[in-house]
């Protein structure tokens, strides 16, 4: 399995006592942005370089405070001042854009979100618990939560919306997903990838799997639209649930979202499903956390889900224990789309109705 190169986090000549200083006061940097996407600014700057007095006009703040943000995140690369003052966009704020390929808005607007915010401020009793701090934080757990905040459930649905379409196409071009009549996406959001597997595969059918709040927001072309005859859609929980004549069987980032034994209760429930179908085959697609010292995405994830639902993110090592107790045998581990791993994982034991513990 390849480990990724680690990035340059710091500058070269950044000593260490500042690069230290950097991540212990990383809200300096973030809450600036959390504010500009919130603002919309990356939108206002999509076409060309515009002052702080446009800017501020615009979103209906002061000139100063806007002008401070944009040159703290100009620092790190989101936004350049320019020589006469205004402001202009770079690759990282293309990110921060609305309804663009890989957009992060939504996302910064999820991770910065008050709920989430209370949650992360609690890590010291996670720490001594071992139990999610959301609940403690906000009344109900995150999902319960979500379902009762209808725009901050589609603000987490949009997250990962434009993020999936990239997953979505290079899954393809991972995997011939002609070869399988049915496919289910098993809390699988709003269809986002199972509507672009659909449309490269006319001949196969669909199922898409979530919570009833969340199916209710299925991308309209699987719930009344061209694909709406190809595709059913079920409300349930994993591991509750699972559909018993797929060939292909997805999860995308949700089981990092669950605690381990409801991990486990699911693949045993899919393990089933497949019954003594050697051809079927279950791919997850998830973050990871690989070996060694450098940068690794998926153990910052490993902690927000910690946090937050008491999931966790599992290494490639972890994968392979844990799914031969499960039924599965590990077939093959790849990076997709960075920073997603495919796994997949076809049918190894008999189905005898009872599971070790």
């Not at 690069?19 to 206002?44: E, F, H, N, S, Y």
């Not at 669950?258 to 003594?276: H, Q």
């Amino acid at each position: 399995m390849p480990t990724p190169q680690a990035p340059q986090v710091f500058p070269e000549w950044m000593p260490p006592h500042l690069r230290l200083m950097q991540l212990v006061a990383t809200k300096w940097i973030t809450q600036p942005l959390l504010a500009l996407a919130r603002l919309g600014v990356a939108d206002l700057l999509a076409e060309e370089p515009r002052t702080v007095e446009d800017l501020a006009a615009h979103c209906n703040v002061l000139p100063d405070p806007l002008r401070r943000c944009l040159r703290a995140a100009s620092s790190v690369g989101v936004f350049t001042e320019l020589d006469d003052g205004r402001f202009s966009p770079t690759p990282m704020s293309e990110h921060l854009r609305s309804g663009v390929p890989l957009s992060l808005r939504d996302l910064a607007l999820f991770l910065g979100d008050e709920s989430t915010t209370r949650s992360f401020a609690q890590i010291m009793d996670v720490l001594r618990t071992g139990e999610p701090a959301f609940e403690t934080a906000n009344g109900a757990p995150m999902f319960a939560y979500l379902d009762d905040h209808p725009e901050l459930l589609a603000t987490y649905q949009g997250s990962w919306a434009p993020l999936t379409e990239g997953v979505a196409q290079a899954l393809l071009e991972a995997v011939d997903f002609n070869a399988y009549g049915t496919i289910a996406d098993l809390g699988g959001g709003n269809g986002a990838l199972l509507r672009v597997l659909l449309n490269a595969c006319p001949d196969a059918t669909g199922i898409l799997l979530d919570r009833p709040e969340t199916i209710r927001q299925a991308h309209p072309d699987l719930d009344d639209g061209p694909l709406s005859s190809r595709v059913r859609l079920l409300g349930g929980m994993l591991p509750g649930g699972i559909p018993q004549d797929a060939d292909a069987y997805i999860i995308k980032n949700t089981l990092h979202c669950l605690g381990e034994a409801t991990v486990k209760d699911t693949l045993r429930a899919v393990r089933t499903a497949i019954g003594e179908r050697q051809d079927a085959r279950l791919f997850l697609i998830e973050s990871m956390v690989v070996p060694g010292n450098g940068y690794d995405w998926g153990r910052f994830v490993d902690v927000e889900v910690m946090i937050n639902c008491g999931g966790r993110v599992h290494t490639r090592d972890e994968w392979a224990d844990l799914l031969p107790e499960c039924g599965f045998a590990l077939e093959s581990v790849r990076d997709l789309l960075p920073p997603q791993w495919l796994i997949i994982a076809r049918p190894a034991v008999a189905v005898t109705g009872a599971w070790p513990r």
